[in-house]
Structures are given as C-alpha cells and as structure tokens.
C-alpha cells in the first residue's frame, strides 16, 4: 500500500522498498500531507535523469511547531475564501488568509493508483462551529498527486447550496518551494491556458511552472535556513 496513514497525517511514497512512518528509510518519491489545513509539508523526489538520492522541495520554517490554532509556516498552504487580510465585514471574524489552512481536513481515500503515481483526495466541510462564522454551503476537495518527478495539487470548490445561492470567494494555493538561492531566475509566457512562470535555479537544475496564475514571489534567505514571519505566513 503506498501511503501510510498516521493520527495526524497522512504520507505517500513510491519507494523501491517498504514503509515506515520516517522519511529517511524511502529510496523513492515521497510526500507529507498533514490533516491541518491539509498542508503539504514535504515533497521528496530525484533529479530527472539521476539515480542520486531523493531530495526536499518543499520548504518549512525551523522554527514550525504544529499548533492546531496556528497555521502551518511554509508548505502548500491552502488560502480560502480569501486571501491575505479580511477586507469584507462578513469576514471580519476569520483569521488572515481565512479558515481553510487552519481547520483539521478529512482523508477520503486514494482516486488512483497505478505505475504513474498515486492520488489521493482530501474533504472539508463546514461544522456547526464554522457556520457561526462563514454562514455559507459549500464543500471543499482536495486531490494531492505524486508521481515519480512530479507533485500536482488541485482543489475543488463545490456550492452545496439548496436555495441557489450565490458563493463568492477567493481560492489560492501559496507554494514555499525548497530550492538554491544562487542562479534563481523568473520567466513568463504566454499561453492559450494563460501566463506560464517558471522559477529556475542553475544549482541543481530545480524549476517550477505554474500555469494561469497572476503572481509568483521568490524569497531568498540564508544558507542555513530561515523562518517565516507572522507577515509571511
């Protein structure tokens, strides 16, 4: 079976041999999603072309403890129904970048595994505690993919409403992407799916595209690491 299932997470691997709930017994492409925010903490995978070892792509601040009232510093964080501070007087109660990183997800099960890669999808829903604060239907799914150089992320916005009502919100995935500071470039284009960026450090040959997005922000810090601030959050 290739993930393993733990009280706080959940871990996918495609190693050679079998798991263990630490990471540096997999020989192969491996990632951690924790069920906080369903934030993905770490991605593990080989250079293309390389038989070397696998190395980290995801960046988390040393300074993270998991705090189920503080969200997750660096991963794949989750931003809904907004982004940044709330600006509108209905979300006024909700925290900077609203709820969806804060809240504890639900494991739903694998939607396939196969040679490719493994996918597995991740629920939210709204309790009676987060109605109190965010009176509106809807539901939340999202499918993580791990494939043996290649980590997909989609989420997917459901209105559950039954009176068709209108659900308005902002959805955004903010990747903290491991990568060398040195030699770091940005590039764009255009294409019929939109504008492509691609993020590309010369050390390593480590690059990055994303595909229909506005924005992408590269942050360098030190040679030893570095943590996130409450601004960056």
């Not at 997800?105 to 999808?121: L, P, Q, Y």
Request: a negative charge; proline letters at 6%; charged letters at 20%.
């Amino acid at each position: 079976m290739p993930f393993v299932l733990q009280k706080d997470r959940v871990t996918l691997s495609l190693a050679n041999v079998g798991l263990t709930p630490f990471l540096s017994s997999y020989d192969g492409s491996n990632a951690v999603v924790f069920f906080q925010g369903a934030t993905v903490t770490s991605w593990q995978a080989p250079e293309p072309g390389s038989e070397c070892p696998t190395k980290e792509r995801i960046f988390i601040s040393k300074s993270d403890v998991v705090d189920p009232n503080e969200p997750i510093r660096g991963g794949i964080a989750i931003a809904f129904p907004f982004f940044g501070k709330p600006q509108k007087p209905e979300h006024q109660a909700l925290p900077k970048h609203g709820f969806a990183r804060l809240r504890e997800w639900t494991f739903d099960g694998v939607v396939t595994d196969n040679e490719a890669g493994i996918s597995i999808r991740m629920v939210l829903n709204p309790d009676e505690t987060l109605r109190e604060t965010f009176p509106h239907q809807f539901s939340l799914v999202y499918v993580i993919t791990l494939g043996t150089h290649q980590l997909s992320t989609d989420l997917h916005v459901h209105n559950t409403s039954t009176n068709d009502a209108y659900l308005e919100f902002q959805a955004l995935l903010q990747d903290h992407l491991m990568c060398d500071s040195a030699g770091i470039a940005t590039h764009s284009a255009q294409t019929k799916a939109g504008r492509v960026f691609k993020v590309h450090s010369e050390i390593g040959g480590y690059e990055v595209e994303t595909t229909g997005f506005k924005d992408v922000n590269v942050a360098l810090g030190a040679e030893d690491g570095w943590a996130l601030s409450e601004e960056e959050r």
